[in-house]
């Protein structure tokens, strides 16, 4: 698989990244997007989490309707900022999380 291909998968799924980073025989070139797309990938799911956590607290408080569009928007909105990274990986256009 070409590296420029293998990169923006892993921008797209973190699995990929995981593995790339932990075997590192690969080119600088995939070892820099992997490594890059597995701290964004952490960062989303710190948010996601993040995000859920407070919906939650909220809702033990008191509940409020249809709260969970908070989740389901930070979950999308994440998703498209990865497909944007990956498709600037795809470019060749240099960048760094975040940027």
Same mark, same amino acid.
């Given at each position: 698989?070409?590296?420029?291909?293998? &990169?923006?998968?892993? *921008?797209?799924?973190?699995? +990929? #990244?995981?593995?790339?980073?932990?075997?590192?025989? !690969? #080119?600088?070139?995939?070892?820099? !997007?992997?490594?890059?797309?597995?701290?964004l990938?952490?960062?989303?799911?710190?948010?996601? @989490?993040? &995000?859920?956590?407070?919906?939650? =607290?909220?809702?033990? /408080? @008191?509940?409020?309707? !249809?709260?969970? /569009?908070?989740?389901t =928007?930070? %979950?999308? &909105?994440? @998703?498209? *900022?990865?497909?944007?990274? &990956?498709?600037?990986?795809?470019? %060749?256009? +240099?960048?760094?999380? +975040? !940027?």
């Open positions: 698989m070409k590296d420029k291909t293998l &990169a923006v998968l892993c *921008y797209l799924t973190w699995v +990929p #990244s995981i593995y790339l980073v932990l075997t590192e025989k !690969h #080119s600088e070139y995939l070892n820099y !997007h992997a490594r890059q797309a597995l701290l990938w952490t960062i989303i799911f710190v948010v996601f @989490f993040a &995000a859920r956590m407070i919906v939650n =607290s909220i809702w033990l /408080v @008191f509940y409020v309707p !249809h709260l969970e /569009v908070i989740e =928007s930070v %979950g999308f &909105a994440s @998703f498209i *900022y990865a497909a944007y990274c &990956a498709r600037r990986c795809y470019l %060749g256009v +240099p960048f760094t999380i +975040p !940027h």
